[in-house]
């Protein structure tokens, strides 16, 4: 089992940034992708970013050259720092883990609320 812990979120400004972290515990060898996704009322769940154990990395292209997805391997730990926010990047932001080897699972994290405002 893994349990994923997020923190970082909070109320900024726009063009302000902020550090989301993901900080995965248990079975955390297990995990070979890590992710970021954001959801608000009016939207699905949307992937943001990805991260694998190979070091590859995606971006959902309103994200590109503004948000870096880091992780750490021997950690499994995933960063989101995020810069030049926007106001149509207020949404609750998850972390996502997928192990899918010995008992393919996908993990979510609590959630943790990004707003931004003037």
């Known amino acids: 089992q893994v349990q994923l812990s997020e923190s970082g979120g909070g109320l900024v400004q726009p063009g302000e940034s902020l550090r989301l972290s993901c900080a995965p515990s248990?079975?955390?060898?297990?995990?070979?992708?890590l992710a970021w996704y954001r959801q608000t009322p009016r939207k699905e769940r949307e992937l943001i970013a990805t991260?694998?154990?190979?070091?590859?990395?995606h971006y959902r292209d309103s994200v590109k050259g503004r948000f870096t997805i880091s992780r750490d391997n021997a950690k499994n730990t995933v960063d989101l720092q995020m810069n030049s926010l926007k106001p149509e990047d207020t949404a609750v932001y998850y972390c996502?883990?997928?192990?899918?080897?010995?008992?393919?699972?996908?993990?979510w994290g609590q959630g943790t609320q990004v707003t931004v405002s003037l």
């Open positions: 991260i694998t154990n190979g070091g590859y990395t």
């Open positions: 248990g079975s955390v060898a297990s995990i070979n992708v």
């Open positions: 996502n883990a997928k192990a899918l080897l010995l008992d393919p699972s996908e993990y």
